[in-house]
């Protein structure tokens, strides 16, 4: 998935599950558009299903605590995907 495919799929989100419509890339949204730290653990379970992964507690936690623009977002899931589908490959070919 391309980082443009990306942005649209997170846009996609806020608008229909936080009513946030098209926040710029570097808002922070915790500021600007009041998104807290359950938001946050909701957009996560939102990109887990999207992407068919599973993040380890740990994992959201730190998500959490870090990310506060869609830039950042966009970041984070392109650095996780290489991990978690590394994970999905070794798992498969046991």
């Known amino acids: 998935m391309t ?7 997170i846009y996609k989100i806020f608008r229909e599950q936080f009513e946030i419509h098209d ?10 558009h ?3 730290s359950i938001d946050a653990i909701e957009l996560l379970i939102e990109l887990e ?8 507690q740990e994992t959201k936690k730190d998500a959490m605590l870090h990310i506060r623009t869609v830039n950042q ?14 994970t999905k490959t070794d798992s498969v070919n046991r």
């Open 73 to 86: 977002i966009c970041d984070y899931v392109q650095e996780m995907m290489p991990v978690q589908n590394a």
């Open 3 to 9: 980082r443009e495919e990306l942005q649209t799929e």
């Open 34 to 36: 009041g998104f807290d």
């Open 23 to 32: 926040p710029a890339p570097d808002d922070d949204l915790k500021d600007m």
């Open 49 to 56: 299903k999207i992407f068919g992964v599973s993040l380890d």
